[in-house]
């Protein structure tokens, strides 16, 4: 079995929201260069309070095997594959 490694790269942010919207927006622009990356597995935490973390996806699974929800985690719409806004070309 080959070994897979986790990187850890501390970046910081003046307060929760902001650190999620750059963990949602770091996690999207890695995922098109590599399809090794989990963005539902992304979390923030406070520099002195790590082992508390916030979720940054919701990743619920969708129904009908359509894949897991990609919104925020504090989303109050209907869970949904991609963002409902129209992406950029």
């Known amino acids: 079995m080959t070994e897979r490694w986790v990187i850890h790269l501390p970046v910081t942010a003046p307060d929760l929201l ?20 989990e963005p539902g597995g992304v979390t923030v935490s406070a520099e002195d309070q790590q082992g ?3 979720w940054v996806f919701c990743d619920r699974p969708l129904p ?10 504090d989303h109050t719409s209907a869970c949904a594959p991609r963002p409902p806004w129209p992406r950029r070309r």
């Open 18 to 37: 902001r650190a999620r919207i750059l963990a949602r927006t770091a996690a999207r622009v890695l995922a098109r260069l590599s399809a090794h990356v």
């Open 52 to 54: 508390v973390r916030h």
């Open 64 to 73: 009908h095997g359509r894949g897991r929800c990609a919104l925020p985690a």
